[in-house]
């Protein structure tokens, strides 16, 4: 893109700056592959043209979801957490392999559900 950006408006080589992708998504307990990760490198592949260069964030992202606690009340279901001031969405076992510990009275598991419709890793691929 920066070839041709300056091939195109035959300016030779401006400065092309950019911002690196911040921290994203959970923390994983174990190492595992990441787009976003590859995503990052790629961007730092770019330093190798003349006249580029990169402000790295990736100290100031942030983590969309925490553990929260929960409990039944009533005909609701309370969610909390100490390290969320303002919450916004809650997640149940939105993961590979989800822990499930919210079960109804006749003992079958509660679907995992979100309350948030952000895009997902998968929206809009064919």
């Not at 590859?38 to 043209?49: C, F, G, K, N, Y």
Request: one cysteine or more; hydrophobic letters at 45%; a negative charge.
């Amino acid at each position: 893109m920066i070839k041709n950006w300056r091939l195109d408006w035959g300016q030779g080589d401006f400065p092309f700056f950019f911002v690196q992708l911040a921290n994203f998504r959970a923390i994983k307990e174990a190492p595992a592959e990441s787009n976003w990760a590859e995503l990052r490198e790629a961007q730092q592949m770019t330093l190798s043209l003349p006249n580029t260069g990169t402000a790295v964030i990736i100290d100031i992202g942030e983590t969309k979801f925490v553990w929260a606690n929960a409990e039944i009340d009533g005909q609701n279901i309370v969610v909390w957490s100490k390290e969320v001031k303002d919450p916004v969405a809650v997640r149940y076992a939105w993961a590979d392999n989800p822990i499930c510990n919210l079960y109804n009275g006749a003992d079958l598991p509660a679907s995992p559900f979100r309350t948030d419709d952000w895009p997902g890793i998968t929206a809009d691929k064919h």
